[in-house]
């Protein structure tokens, strides 16, 4: 059975930095392309990043590029989310996904974490 378990999310001021992890289990992780997605209240879930299975490609959705970076250990079946500079828009629950293609901004993941929340104060 596939898990994606996320973790990191919390409380923090504007300007402040957190890092999302997320734990895959049940599947052969380096074979997998991640994507993190985020949904804030009352709003459709958004692509935020994605990385390829070998981390040769990144896309970033405009509004992170510059203060987002995902990154992937596939020695510890973990991607990761380093946010900095975080801004009260970037409030919502964060969640990963997998697929074994490079869907980048496509929300059509094969697999799906439960989230995690993040919320930036002002």
């Known amino acids: 059975q596939v898990q994606l378990v996320e973790s990191g999310g919390g409380l923090v001021q504007a300007g402040g930095s957190l890092r999302l992890s997320c734990a895959a289990s049940?599947?052969?992780?380096?074979?997998?392309?991640m994507g993190w997605f985020r949904q804030a209240p009352g709003k459709e879930r958004e692509f935020v990043a994605a990385?390829?299975?070998?981390?040769?490609?990144?896309t970033y959705t405009d509004s992170v590029k510059g203060r987002f970076t995902i990154s992937r250990d596939n020695a510890k079946n973990t991607v990761y989310l380093q946010m900095n500079s975080l801004k009260p828009e970037d409030t919502a629950v964060y969640y990963c996904?997998?697929?074994?293609?490079?869907?980048?901004?496509?929300?059509?993941?094969?697999?799906w974490g439960q989230g995690t929340q993040v919320t930036v104060s002002s």
């Open positions: 990385i390829s299975w070998s981390d040769s490609y990144t």
């Open positions: 996904a997998a697929d074994r293609r490079y869907r980048a901004y496509d929300p059509t993941y094969d697999y």
């Open positions: 049940g599947l052969t992780f380096s074979r997998y392309s």
